[in-house]
T-cell receptor
Framework: AQSVAQPEDQVNVAEGNPLTVKCTYS??????LFWYVQYPNRGLQFLLK??????LVKGSYGFEAEFNKSQTSFHLKKPSALVSDSALYFC???????????FGKGTMLLVSP | NAGVMQNPRHLVRRRGQEARLRCSPM?????VYWYRQLPEEGLKFMVY????????ESGMPKERFSAEFPKEGPSILRIQQVVRGDSAAYFC?????????????FGQGTRLTVV
């Protein structure tokens, strides 16, 4: 079975400061990891993914994520937060290249001016 | 290339009625996934379909819920005899065949309210 944990329900950060949204995962095989963002009353938008290769993955809107196999983590980061980054962020994992995604509960990111 | 299209965006049903949610995947995508989002619970997987086949329905409630993805036309998630607890946002996602590791693309969702 595969699972994802997002330990923080909410993350607050001031505009211009770096942000981190945490994610840990559990799979029996090779993890395929994803971050999605959801704005109010909208669907999920893909941000970035880790399949293989470099542990630091760069994605949309200046976001990046670091894959850490030993800690089974895939934290989302951004060097300088924007107010417009305020949204709900979901980490997801898939065991291997096919099949269903399992999502975390989501972390609400609030960036204050 | 239009994205994943879901309709209706909002659906209100009285208890006991049927709800039909439609999902047209992106062009060229033959894998469809349905998820349900309840407040404070994140997204829960319901069912994974390919054309004319249900691949994984481990997340579907045993009763009242069914899904199909016919050879022609959209995927349909059907909820019979709706109850208040079915009120949620239902999201459809699609992905292309033959590409390991590709991400799924999500629709805008259908927000079902049972009154």
């Amino acid at each position: 079975a595969q699972s994802v944990a997002q330990p923080e329900d909410q993350v607050n950060v001031a505009e211009g400061n770096p942000l981190t949204v945490k994610c840990t995962y559990s799979v029996s095989g090779n993890p395929y990891l994803f971050w999605y963002v959801q704005y109010p009353n909208r669907g999920l938008q893909f941000l970035l993914k880790y399949i293989t290769g470099d542990n630091l993955v760069k994605g949309s809107y200046g976001f990046e994520a670091e894959f850490n196999k030993s800690q089974t983590s895939f934290h989302l980061k951004k060097p300088s937060a924007l107010v417009s980054d305020s949204a709900l962020y979901f980490c997801a994992v898939r065991d291997g290249g096919w099949g269903t995604l399992t999502f975390g509960k989501g972390t609400m990111l609030l960036v204050s001016p | 290339n239009a994205g994943v299209m879901q309709n209706p965006r909002h659906l209100v049903r009285r208890r006991g009625q049927e709800a039909r949610l439609r999902c047209s995947p992106m062009k060229g995508h033959s894998h469809v996934y349905w998820y349900r989002q309840l407040p404070e619970e994140g997204l829960k997987f319901m069912v994974y379909l390919q054309k004319e086949n249900i691949i994984d329905e481990s997340g579907m409630p045993k009763e009242r819920f069914s899904a199909e993805f016919p050879k022609e036309g959209p995927s349909i998630l059907r909820i019979q005899q709706v109850v208040r607890g079915d009120s949620a946002a239902y999201f459809c996602a699609s992905s292309p065949p033959g590409q390991s590791g590709t991400e799924a693309f999500f629709g805008q969702g259908t927000r079902l309210t049972v009154v």
